[in-house]
Structures are given as C-alpha cells and as structure tokens.
C-alpha cells in the first residue's frame, strides 16, 4: 500500500481548524485515557488502521492497559470500564454511525448523567475531530506504523 497523498506537506493550512479542534480537546479537562478510548474506537467503527495504530500508542502512553485496549471492541460485554466510559463510548459510537441511526433523547439523558454539559460538548468535539482524521487517513492512504508518540516529558 502506497500513501495516495500526504496532506499534510500539500495544503498544511487546511488542517489548522482540525489542529485547533485537537487543542481544545487535549486543553480540556477530560481525561487523556477517555480521549484515547473515544479516539480508538471511533477508528475502529471506521476501519481506520492508521488511527488505531495512532491511538493505541497514545492510549497506552496515557496509561491504558493492554487487557481495556484489547477489550474495546466489544466494550458493552466487558467489566474493565467505567460507567463514565460507558456513556462516552455510547456516544461515540451514536455519533460515528450517524447515518444509521438518530441521536436520541435517551441517549442523551444517560449520557448527560455521567458528564457535564462542557464536558460532553468537548467530547463531542474529540469525537467530530477523529472521525474528520479518520476520513482522510482512509481517503489518502496513510501507512500503519508510521506514527511515533511523542516522547512524555
């Protein structure tokens, strides 16, 4: 598999609101680990091998354990997340499969029990940030394994 184009060294100024989107997200006060999972999955539902590489490495250097990383595909069956997880990745899962289904009132009142209205909104975004990332990673063809964590200071 060949990259189709690297986006990044033709049109960088067309990645600056998705960049700027990942700031708010990573300024935020929502967990790094919760981002990562969120981040994962999201890839996972789209079939992105790139981001899954991506945001499996950056999920263990957030601290996640190779038994939550393992598990995440089928989440809902698993005992190793939270109740707080569990909404989100409800959410990220309603809002990456948009076009199968709606974004109900239920859901939303049970995820608005584990999470604030600011902290749901900058879920929302991490989630419309990755599923823009996933798109073009798929489009362009960005090669799995390339991506390097950066180092934690």
């Known amino acids: 598999m060949e990259q189709r184009i690297d986006y990044k060294e033709i049109a960088p100024k067309s990645l600056k609101g998705l960049y700027e989107l990942e700031k708010y997200v990573a300024d935020s006060k929502l967990e790094s680990s919760l981002i990562e999972l969120v981040k994962l999955r999201a890839s996972q539902i789209n079939g992105c091998a790139y981001c899954i590489d991506m945001h499996t490495k950056d999920a263990r250097q957030a601290g996640e354990t190779e038994q939550r990383l393992y598990a995440l595909s089928a989440w809902e069956e698993s005992p190793f997340y939270t109740e707080k997880e569990r909404a989100a990745l409800r959410w990220t899962e309603a809002l990456t499969r ?54 934690v200071k």
């Open 98 to 151: 948009i076009s199968e289904n709606s974004v109900s009132d239920k859901l939303y009142k049970s995820v608005r029990l584990h999470l604030a209205e600011v902290d749901l909104t900058t879920l929302t975004m991490a989630i419309i940030v990755i599923n823009s990332w996933n798109r073009l990673a798929i489009s362009f063809r960005n090669i799995p394994g390339s991506y390097k964590p950066e180092l």
